[in-house]
């Protein structure tokens, strides 16, 4: 033999010996199989989840128990009609055609059934103009509401040497500020009080008399009116030369903002190539506008009844945002991350976390389509037995009770889970008082029936006899009325025979 095959051979028993060490029997126990008990809960990153799902491990939690439902579609998942339906757009308003006339041309575009906007630009100021479509629309009065940024250019109509002064007459322009509408405006010129929460120099520029500066303003401030004021203030006159709005709400210049080319190209392509892309970056979904709000995640089950305009109630709750307060403006959000409505807290989040009934949030504008999740009202057992008993006939047709109504629910035994049992006891007392009146009524009739019936009797025969005397006396009066009558024409004919 030679020395390469003795050494082929040393290598094959080697491999046979080792072979046992190396392969494990697949159905032998492995430590890397077990499943260890663990104390706690291991941390998820949520930081990079998208728009209401941001942070989602850091709300509180009321309870983890709840079945997810195959309905609805995670915000940016959705297929495209959908996406559109519930999108909102980020506008580079050109100058020249008015807010309204932008708007339609995108409903035109879109071929949508309706658009909004987020508050009136002119038609020669451009910049940021927020679009809803459609379903999105409801937002559009929340977002009218909030804080406007713009950067204006003004002409001074004559020199001011000093920069300070400018920046000082600017100054004393922030807070509330009466203003009047201008001259050329759509609404009626009222006197009326603006806020100017900030407003910072940019640029002067002596020569030209131009001012650029950055202000920060309650909606419906009128910039235009701030720069007469300013000409004003320095004594020497002034006027608005060129505006932008660089935010509305919460929505900047660098928050995605697109322009008509950018809606036409993305249409165009869309319609040519189905290629959805250009579209989904030009169209954002709604939520993205409701990033600021604090958050409450509902239940799959409880999401339709919201839909229909049900408060949200303590049973409904998943998790919920720390330091909301009573009054305070809060969405509502599936576990998908989707926007169901915009609500009012009616509890504090120390309430939330230690009540067990009650309502968490009414409701103040509904975002999401009724039906997109199914309907799991009346499916508990307290309303499960109501419909057996209205359809037994033991209650009406509203659900109230009638003379068939057992005393077991008039008493209300059945309670719903986390029910009141005050509300029970005050039931049960309210009823069994009802019964012992019956039965006092009842004991009376029983005691006094034979007297009663003899004096009703009586009663009875009286009224008869009354009423037969009533009938001949008026007939004896009219008879004797008569016989009066003919008496005096008879008397009248013979006084007037013998006047002739």
Same mark, same amino acid.
């Given at each position: 033999m030679s020395e390469v095959e003795v050494s082929r051979s040393e290598k094959k028993k080697h491999k046979?010996?080792?072979?046992?060490?190396?392969?494990?029997?697949?159905?032998?126990?492995?430590?890397?199989?077990?499943?260890?008990?663990?104390?706690?809960?291991?941390?998820?990153?949520?930081?990079? @989840?998208?728009?209401?799902?941001?942070?989602?491990?850091?709300?509180?939690?009321r309870t983890g128990h709840y079945t997810p439902l195959p309905s609805g579609y995670s915000p940016l998942k959705r297929p495209l009609a959908e996406y559109i339906r519930y999108g909102v757009m980020n506008l580079d308003k050109p100058a020249n055609p008015s807010s309204h006339e932008v708007v339609a041309w995108i409903k035109r575009i879109l071929r949508s059934e309706k658009t909004g906007h987020s508050g009136t630009l002119d038609p020669k100021v451009t910049g940021n103009l927020i679009v809803c479509i459609d379903r999105a629309t409801r937002l559009v009065k929340s977002q009218q509401g909030a804080g406007k940024e713009y950067v204006c250019v003004a002409r001074l109509h004559d020199k001011v040497p000093d920069v300070a002064k400018v920046a000082r007459a600017l100054e004393t322009l922030t807070g509330a500020v009466f203003q009047r509408p201008p001259l050329i405006s759509a609404v009626k010129r009222q006197l009326r009080i603006r806020t100017v929460y900030e407003s910072k120099l940019l640029e002067y520029d002596v020569d030209r008399h131009l001012v650029?500066? @950055?202000?920060?303003?309650?909606?419906?401030?009128?910039?235009?009116?701030?720069?007469?004021?300013?000409?004003?203030?320095?004594?020497?006159?002034?006027?608005?030369?060129?505006?932008?709005?660089?935010?509305?709400?919460?929505?900047? #210049?660098?928050? +995605?903002?697109?322009?008509?080319?950018?809606?036409?190209?993305?249409? @165009?392509?869309?319609?040519?190539?189905?290629?959805?892309?250009?579209?989904?970056?030009?169209?954002?979904?709604?939520e993205v506008l409701l990033t600021s709000y604090k958050r409450l995640v509902v239940k799959d089950s409880a999401v339709n009844a919201i839909c229909y305009g049900a408060k949200l109630m303590i049973p409904g709750l998943l998790r919920f945002e720390n330091d909301v307060e009573v009054g305070e403006e809060v969405v509502l959000m599936t576990t998908k991350g989707e926007a169901i409505a915009l609500g009012i807290a009616e509890m504090t989040t120390a309430v939330m976390a230690t009540c067990d009934h009650g309502v968490v949030a009414k409701i103040k504008r509904v975002v999401m389509d009724r039906d997109t999740y199914p309907r799991k009202w009346g499916l508990g057992p307290r309303a499960s037995m109501k419909k057996?008993?209205?359809?037994?006939?033991?209650?009406?047709?509203?659900?109230?009770?009638?003379?068939?109504?057992?005393?077991? @629910?008039?008493? +209300?035994?059945?309670?719903?889970?986390?029910?009141?049992?005050?509300?029970?006891?005050?039931?049960?007392?309210?009823?069994? =008082?009802?019964?012992?009146?019956?039965?006092?009524?009842?004991?009376?009739? #029983?005691?006094?029936?034979?007297?009663?019936?003899?004096?009703?009797?009586?009663?009875?025969?009286?009224?008869?006899?009354?009423?037969?005397?009533?009938?001949?006396?008026?007939? =004896?009066d009219g008879e004797a009325d008569k016989s009066e009558k003919k008496k005096k024409k008879k008397k009248k004919d013979k006084d007037g025979e013998e006047e002739e």
């Open positions: 046979k010996k080792t072979a046992p060490e190396t392969e494990a029997d697949p159905m032998t126990p492995s430590k890397d199989f077990l499943i260890k008990p663990q104390s706690f809960t291991p941390a998820i990153d949520t930081s990079q @989840w998208p728009i209401l799902l941001k942070n989602y491990d850091r709300l509180n939690v650029v500066f @950055w202000i920060s303003c309650e909606a419906g401030t009128y910039v235009r009116t701030m720069c007469v004021h300013l000409g004003l203030v320095l004594g020497v006159g002034g006027h608005m030369q060129e505006l932008r709005r660089v935010r509305s709400g919460i929505l900047g #210049e660098k928050d +995605n903002m697109v322009t008509m080319h950018d809606v036409m190209d993305a249409q @165009w392509a869309y319609d040519n190539y189905r290629d959805e892309s250009y579209l989904r970056r030009v169209i954002m979904p709604l057996k008993l209205i359809s037994e006939g033991k209650l009406d047709k509203h659900g109230k009770p009638n003379e068939k109504t057992p005393n077991e @629910w008039a008493r +209300n035994l059945v309670l719903p889970t986390g029910g009141d049992s005050m509300v029970a006891s005050l039931a049960a007392a309210a009823e069994k =008082e009802s019964e012992k009146k019956k039965k006092k009524e009842k004991n009376g009739e #029983e005691a006094g029936s034979p007297d009663k019936e003899k004096s009703e009797k009586k009663k009875k025969k009286k009224k008869e006899k009354e009423g037969d005397e009533g009938a001949v006396n008026g007939k =004896e």
